[in-house]
């Protein structure tokens, strides 16, 4: 399967590629591990962005060139700054997240090799994470007298609980394999250098679910409400609304008629 689009040169820090309705996204700083930079920052979110309105793509995936994912945030870009000179920065990967989590289409990780600071928040923001059995995360902030960011203050606490969470944040360490998968910052494990594979074949999967059904999804584990009540109200609210949709009808009709369903989206 290829994994990049006709259009890529190879001053690109995103490759953007398509397989069928998968939209590949490939950080592509290979020499620097994928670090990420303002540019990258920047390109992620808007390609992201671009693929989350775009009618042809269902899924996303995200994964980095070189054979490592990313390595964190890019450290030789960065200096002591005031403020006003560093939000822009801040708020530039902050919009990254808010892409993945605001947007109606699964997104999903390919980790290969390092997933460090930065890199590991990218991850851990996406909807499943697919990771090398020798793929390594580590939330390395502390090292450079941090504390985190993309997210990570959510994502990591839903994921290992917050006992697990505090610690890996305040006495960071490298995560891989199987503790990896038993922890809950990976969802599944693929052989070395196999990962970008694992993750297409769950995304193609993925992208022949219903649409409207997965966005619903998205939107209820992402912004659903603290309070059991009413979590059932909004339930109600979107099964009512997912009854009246062509992709109910064709699930239904499928079912009866013993065959594949084929969801558009209406």
Known sequence: MSQQAGEITEGDCVLVGENGAVRVLTLNRPRLRNAIDLELRITLAERIEEAMTDGAVRVI????????????????TMRRRPAEETRPRAEAAQRIVRAIWSGPKPVLAAVEGFAFGAGASLALACDQVVA????????TFTKVGLAGDLGIFWSLSRRVGPARARRLL???RGVKGAEALEMG???VLAEPGAALETALADAERLAAAPPLALATIKAMLVEGPSDPYEVLAREVDNQIRLFDTDDFAEGVAAFRERRPPVFRGR
């Open 185 to 187: 910052l990976a969802d």
């Open 132 to 139: 090398a059995s020798d793929a390594v995360f580590n939330p």
């Open 170 to 172: 305040m006495l960071p």
């Open 61 to 76: 995936v995200l994964t980095g060139a070189g054979g490592t994912f990313c390595s964190g945030g890019d450290i030789s």
